[in-house]
């Protein structure tokens, strides 16, 4: 089972808007609505920031939205604040022999 | 509150073994499926192996399968990750996490511990 395909690095100023992608297959990303986002600072455990492609946890700040399209789902951020500076990484549950799947990982930089 | 303690970790030779622990509180462990997640150092996330909330059912990434074996005490609240066979890929810190719905939640993690460090190395 193969990593899904996130970009390296997303960049943007305060008050932007990003978007990062997540390419999967249909056995993953494109078969199930379990598509979760995590936000992770510098050692620091990862944080649940979108589940179920488009959910956000309580207390998840509504600038962070998901959706999906076929093979790929996305996570945007909208109006972009200096704390949004972190690695995100997006999660599918996968029909193959094992059970989940993580993206690759992509560096969001806040200019 | 929620917490995960993970313990364990530590250096260990190639071909040895470890055993990880992680110590739940906060929730009722027993209705929540459970996983574990790695990081080796400077890399992505990847997720290693998950747990019925029962203990009945298993699973494993391909890379861990036949040398990792996970399993719970849910009298103890406790989750634990044997690992033998160890390979300088496994080096990596090592998250319990769990899942966010009863009895499982496809992958949405909603508390994380806050990870040991298996260093594997001669």
């Known amino acids: 089972q193969s990593a899904l395909t996130q970009p390296a690095s997303v960049s943007g100023s305060p008050g932007q808007s990003i978007t990062i992608s997540c390419t999967g297959t249909?056995?993953?990303?494109?078969?199930?609505?379990?598509v979760s986002w995590y936000q992770q600072h510098p050692g620091k455990a990862p944080k649940l920031m979108i589940y179920?492609?488009?959910n956000r946890p309580s207390g998840v700040s509504n600038r962070f939205s998901g959706s999906k399209s076929g093979n790929t789902a996305s996570l945007t951020i909208s109006g972009l604040q200096t704390e949004d500076e972190a690695d995100y990484y997006c999660?599918?549950?996968?029909?193959?022999?094992?059970?989940?799947?993580f993206g690759t990982g992509t560096k969001v930089t806040v200019l | 509150e929620v917490q995960l303690l993970e313990s364990g970790g530590g250096l260990v030779q190639p071909g040895g073994s470890l055993r990880l622990s992680c110590a739940a509180s906060?929730?009722?462990?027993?209705?929540?499926?459970m996983s574990w997640v790695r990081q080796a150092p400077g890399k992505g996330l990847e997720w290693v192996s998950d747990?019925?909330?029962?203990?009945?059912?298993?699973k494993y990434a391909d890379s861990v399968k036949g040398r990792f074996t996970i399993s719970r005490d849910n009298s103890k609240n406790t989750l634990y990750l044997q690992m033998n066979s160890l390979r300088a890929e496994d080096t990596a810190i090592y998250y319990c996490?769990?899942?966010?719905?009863?009895?499982?939640?496809?992958?949405?993690?909603?508390?994380w511990g806050q990870g040991t460090l298996v260093t594997v190395s001669s």
């Open positions: 906060g929730f009722t462990f027993s209705s929540y499926a």
């Open positions: 996490a769990k899942d966010r719905i009863r009895p499982r939640g496809y992958g949405s993690f909603d508390y």
């Open positions: 747990i019925s909330n029962s203990g009945g059912s298993t």
């Open positions: 999660s599918s549950y996968t029909s193959s022999s094992t059970l989940y799947v």
């Open positions: 249909s056995s993953d990303v494109g078969g199930y609505n379990y």
């Open positions: 179920d492609v488009s």
